[in-house]
Structure formats: structure tokens, C-alpha cells
């Protein structure tokens, strides 16, 4: 089967199609990258064809990360990519090729990158479109969220158990020595992950020979997949310098983006309703987990006690202790349970009613992002450009731990709000 014949019209199976190319491909080799750009031009032409095969369009009508596991156009594409154009940028050459519609934004999967795919050099990161930076650890600007980070155990504390990372934000390094000598901000590559925690879109994670002996490859680099960023604190380091430090956790699909505080918050928006005089009958307090477990799936979670969440919005009626608001809907009353010291690693918080808060949706992303504390006198120390002069509201069948409610301050120490000194 010629080159012409493949781009002429007719509809070759798929299995023909590669074999041809395929021996093409390894004839032509001692040509160069001239010859394999052509070759990468003809598979074009082919995955745009419809296969006889199974009738159905090889290429751009379904999703390139299908593509990528399952159909072998996209093995050969990325097999041919890697070798013959390593430090090239990918993408004008798959769009001239017809191999991708339209230019790639830099979030989610890269075009015809595998998970696991390893590259030689930060170079060959850049070229395939994972991670822009040659240095810089984190890709994203305080404008929208990140696109990437390295993990390569260039901070201190970073801290990698594979499906779940700590994950140490860029700045205050001193190159020579590799510790903190300054307090980092919340700017550049740092607020973009903390934009990713609010519109819960996930990051690319990979992972240099550097880091984590037990779950980074043995040398060079290789694209982990997709990591949600869940949560975000800052707090002294190992150095002692204040470091911004961010929790994430493998995602299951391509396509999972987990709905967080800040969706519920905007679906519930709506004019509050104060608390009623009566208030619900309650059933006897759970007792809660102190340790709570990790059951394993495709990926680890923490599991919550439902009993302990639905005890603690009982006992105050649906009503937020910050702000005194009683969401009504269609459905009934609707508050959410925040956990003042976060489960799992590195906090290790209790699902217990005492590190329980009932909140509305805005007052709980406030508190995750620790744009309000509780101070030890109750008083709510709020961060943006509003103060309201809260105080909070307790029930005295449902007294919070100190401690925990130390803990959430002393890991928001230095946060403050976008624009404000």
C-alpha cells in the first residue's frame, strides 16, 4: 500500500493501514526527522479515514486519551514523536498532521501522552506539552488554575506516598543549599493551586528520579496522570520559614472532577432564612472515628462518618455557627460539616463531633481556604475586606476541641486575602 493510496480516499482497515506504515517507518529511519514527519503526515491522513473494519472513524471523533489506550494509531504516533522529535514541540506537528483539532490549552491530558510515559529531560517535558517550566516546579499563573507540577524532592518538605502528595508551593529557596531562608507567598504558581482547590480542576503531576525512592522512576522524569488539589495551609517549615503546602490525591478517570464547597456554595446561593424557634428531634451523639480509615479503589479515600456530619448540622439546626444563616431547599434545610482539623495525612484530624462545624456553603470554603478563624475566645478573625464582627455560636451539648481549632490556626498562620496587606 502506497503513501498515495492511503491519503486517496479509499478506506483501508486500520490493521493494514499500520502495517504498512509501520515497515515504511522502519525503512525509512536512516532518513531522519524528515522521513518520519512525512510517515507522521500519512498516519494522519489514515486516523481521519473510516476503518472497513468496524465502520467507525479512527481519530478525531473520539477523545485522544481513548485514543492513546486503546487504538494503535496512537501508540505509533507517540512511539514516532518521541523518538525522532524529542525536544521539538509536538503540537505543530500533530496539528499539521491532522492528528488535533484544535491547539491544546495545557489542562487535563496531553495529546498522545500516555500515563507513565517517561521523558529524558525537562526539554522533552516542554516538547510533548506536559510541563512548560524548565526550572520552575509548578506551570499556572494566579489568574486561572495549574496545569502541572514536578515533584522531584526539591523541597524539604514535600512528602510523596503515591496516591496522595504533600506537596511543598515554589519560592524562598536558597538554590546552593536547597532549604527555605524566606516565607513563601501566595502568588504565581502557588495561587493558581489554590485556583485549582476552588474550580476543583486537576493538575498533572510528575514525578523526577529525585524524589520519593519508593514511587519516582529510576531516571529521568514520567507523567503520573491527573492529581486534584483538595486542600491548601501554610506553616512553618522544616527550616522554619513559613512554606505554602497543598494535599493531592490521584483522580480515578480523566474525566473525574469531584463537586467541592465552592459548586455548593454557588448552587445554594440564595436568600437565607434565619433559624426557627423549634428545632429538630436528635438522636443519641455518635462517637465518631478517631483514626479514620482508608478504603482502597482505583485511588485511596478517608472514609467520613456520615453519622457524626448529619449529628453535628442536627444539633444546630442546618444553621451556620459563623454567620447565624439557615439555607432552605427544595429538599429540606442544607448546612455542611466542616472538619476543623483535616483528616489524613499530614493533619490526621478525628471524625469526631468535636473537630465537626456546621456551616453554610460560604463560611465552609472560607474556613478550608483559612479566610476566617476561631480564635480562643470564639471570636471569628475574618481576612477579606469585609468584617462582620462574628462571635461563635456554640451548643452545649457540642463543645469543640481546642486544640483542633489551634491546629486550623496555626495552619493559616500567614494567610491573607487577594489584595489586602
Known sequence: MSESEIGSGSAPSLSEVLASLRAKWEL??????????????????????????????????????ELLAANGVAREVTALLAEYFPNDPWEPLLLTAGLL??????????PYVPVGMGFPNRRALRAAGVHAHLQGGIWGKASEEAKSIVVSGGYEDDEDYGDEIIYTGQGGQDQATKRQVKDQVLTLGNAALVNSIATGRPVRVIRGSSGDREHSPSEGLRYDGLYRVEKHWSQRGTSGSLVWRYQLRAVASPDSIDRNAAINAAKFSRSPRKTPATAPALGSQPTGNDTPDRKKGETQ????????????????????????????TPTGAYAEAAHVRPLGRPHNGPDTTDNVLCLCPNHHVEFDFGMIIINADGTVAERGSQQHGYKLRQHPEHPINAEHLKHHRDHHESQ??????
Open 416 to 421: 491573607k486575602a487577594p489584595g489586602t496587606d
Open 301 to 328: 479515600r478517608i472514609i467520613r462518618s456520615t453519622a457524626v456530619a448529619n449529628w453535628v448540622k442536627k444539633i444546630h439546626n442546618h444553621t451556620c455557627q459563623v454567620c447565624g444563616t439557615r439555607i432552605e
Open 101 to 110: 483539532e484544535k491547539p491544546f490549552d495545557g489542562f487535563g491530558h496531553p
Open 28 to 65: 525509512g529511519k536512516q532518513n531522519g526527522p524528515d522521513d518520519a514527519r512525512r510517515h507522521l503526515e500519512a498516519i494522519g491522513r489514515a486516523a481521519t479515514q473510516r476503518s472497513a473494519a468496524d465502520d467507525t472513524r479512527v481519530g478525531l471523533e473520539s477523545t485522544l486519551y
